[in-house]
């Protein structure tokens, strides 16, 4: 049973910051591209930042220069370091993972957290 499980969130003012985590487990070979995603209220999933296995990253242009992502191979996990929050980054955050789950198959099978709420007051 494989399962991502995002910790981190929760409300903080407008210029604070916050650290979440997203950790994969079960039985995973390996793991390529993570990411984070955020959904508020009425609008639609969207992507903010990702990172591949290699350290390559790409951000949501409103987050450039605020958020960082990173993660750390051995423990399966991403990271996601939030600086300078305003209110428009409240949503509920996502983390994915594009997971081989044998040493056979090159197909990837993408797993999604179950999300943890971000809440930034002005």
């Known amino acids: 049973q494989v399962q991502l499980v995002e910790s981190g969130g929760g409300l903080v003012q407008a210029g604070g910051s916050l650290r979440l985590s997203c950790a994969a487990s079960?039985?995973?070979?390996?793991?390529?591209?993570m990411g984070w995603y955020r959904q508020a209220p009425g609008k639609q999933r969207e992507l903010v930042a990702a990172?591949?296995?290699?350290?390559?990253?790409n951000y949501a242009d409103s987050v450039k220069g605020r958020f960082t992502i990173s993660r750390d191979n051995a423990k399966n996990t991403v990271y996601l370091q939030m600086n300078s929050l305003k209110s428009e980054d409240t949503a509920v955050y996502y983390c994915?993972?594009?997971?081989?789950?044998?040493?056979?198959?090159?197909?990837?099978?993408?797993?999604w957290g179950q999300g943890t709420q971000v809440t930034v007051s002005s």
């Open positions: 994915n993972a594009n997971l081989l789950l044998d040493g056979v198959s090159s197909y990837e099978y993408l797993y």
């Open positions: 079960g039985s995973i070979f390996s793991i390529n591209a």
């Open positions: 990172i591949t296995s290699g350290g390559s990253t």
